[in-house]
């Protein structure tokens, strides 16, 4: 385990069907196996989302993120639209935004996951750009409370 979830996730996650929040929380380990000193941002709201940075702020300097639905996970890459795609297997319209959906345990093994969060954290300059963290540990935030 790359570190124990912050249990606000675990109490964010309990309403979901529990083979779609142990994907959720599978596919939080595999990003902290990529990125070990990121730092969690967690919003709770009409999903369940984790935010990915080095400097605690995951809609400026984030590189991806974990986003919890009824059926599905959704890996996400904030500047996703940058990253070389040619296969086209990215998902997703918008600006910058781009994700892979993740159905199920086996999704995770596909070589494309860490293939794209290995490229997004090139792109924000890897954990060079991390702050100062009391205690010199990766720290998890709440930037939303649940409704």
Do not use: W
Request: proline fraction near 7%.
């Amino acid at each position: 385990m790359a570190r124990p979830p912050d249990p606000r996730l675990l109490e964010y996650l309990a309403p979901y069907d529990p083979l779609i929040a142990g994907v959720a929380l599978a596919l939080r380990e595999v990003v902290l196996e990529e990125a070990p000193e990121a730092i969690e941002s967690l919003v709770n709201g009409y999903a369940v989302a984790i935010g990915f940075s080095f400097t605690g702020k995951p809609m400026k300097d984030g590189f991806c993120h974990v986003v919890t639905y009824k059926n599905c996970v959704n890996l996400g890459f904030n500047r996703g639209a940058l990253l070389a795609d040619a296969e086209g297997i990215l998902e997703g319209s918008g600006k910058m935004i781009r994700h892979l959906r993740i159905n199920n345990h086996d999704d995770l093994y596909r070589p494309v996951v860490r293939r794209f969060l290995r490229a997004a954290i090139e792109q924000v300059g890897g954990p060079s750009q991390r702050v100062s963290v009391k205690g010199g540990k990766p720290a998890t935030r709440r930037i939303s409370s649940p409704r």
